[in-house]
């Protein structure tokens, strides 16, 4: 849970294999990201067991979410009541943009930070 | 190879009429792979392609493996992140569905039932949500299940958001239920991309119990948070 990115990285690649880990250095606290779901120096490709795999972060998948191509409406979306809707607008209010989703509920947030009190 | 053709001619012509087969033929049918999903020049390729199903249950009624599979819609397939923004920009949010409803990504040749080859050795942590948290935890899912963040190979099958009366859940189901060293990194990367407390107590099921039981032997476990558990169970169309 609280291994870093590059960590992780290691543990995938434990095992005997000959592709090397991508290191990145660190120099400063100010250089991690602010979150796990983000890799120092900003990867978007790792080699790992097995060869090359396609490994993207979140926040690099979110920048891409209102590219042109990807506001391209699917050929062929089958529309279902309800569910599917060929205009954005129904779908997700702000197009997609989930910031009006209700707040945690703070006790949710609080148990993580038991341990400090 | 020209039937493969036509076929993928066929598929880009009219992708539903495709999906309309599917809920029409017997379960085996539908294990012929369809064509490989086209990626754009340009687009971000993903490590698999996917496909994107929807299934909704009448409440009350008894599900069976038969009508399970027939409920079940294919909504879309996509190889690239541009594709997956396409239909899931197109997808109303966990939080705006109906009650009994599912969507499933799956790997594509992967069907999100039990018997398929890929699951029927397989399990799946389950994570039950309080109302009003599943839109931003199944997006944190499945975006680190595109994104290639659970770091266990092809073990991954797919992801399920099912949508309850009293309470959201999902599911990440993978191939080999035995394989712990698997499967405590699925909960470990669920813990860490839905930002749980280290604390939540989460569910492993293989597919197996899942057939045969209806109901769980395992003691009640803790949700996210505090709402009595209701006696629906996802799994209750078995």
Redesign the interface.
Known sequence: ?SASPVA??A??QAQPQTIPPRRVTINSPSELPND??STPGGTLFST???GT??????N???Q??N?P??????????V?P???????E???RE??T?VE??E??EN?DD??FEMDL | MSTMVNKYDALKGSEDSGEEDSSNREPKDMDKPLPPVEVKPGDHRLQFAYAIWFSRRAPGKQATTQNYDQNLKLIGRFASVELFWGYYSRLVRPADLNSHSDIHIFKDGIKPMWEDSANKNGGKWIVRLRKGLASRCWENVILAMLGEQFMVGDEICGAVISVRFQEDIISVWNRTAQDNTTTSRIRDTLKRVLNLPPNTVMEYKTHNDSLNLTYPCLPLLPRYTGLPRPPLRYDSHH
Not at chain 1, 53 to 58: G, L
Not at chain 1, 69 to 78: D, H, M, Y
């Open positions: 849970m992780r990285q543990v995938a796990y779901s790992t067991p097995g795999r396609i490994i993207y972060e979140r690099f998948l979110m891409l979410r590219s191509l990807a506001r391209t409406p699917p050929k062929n979306l089958p279902i309800g569910v599917t809707a060929k205009d954005t129904t779908s997700h197009n997609g989930i989703e209700p945690k509920p949710a148990s993580q």
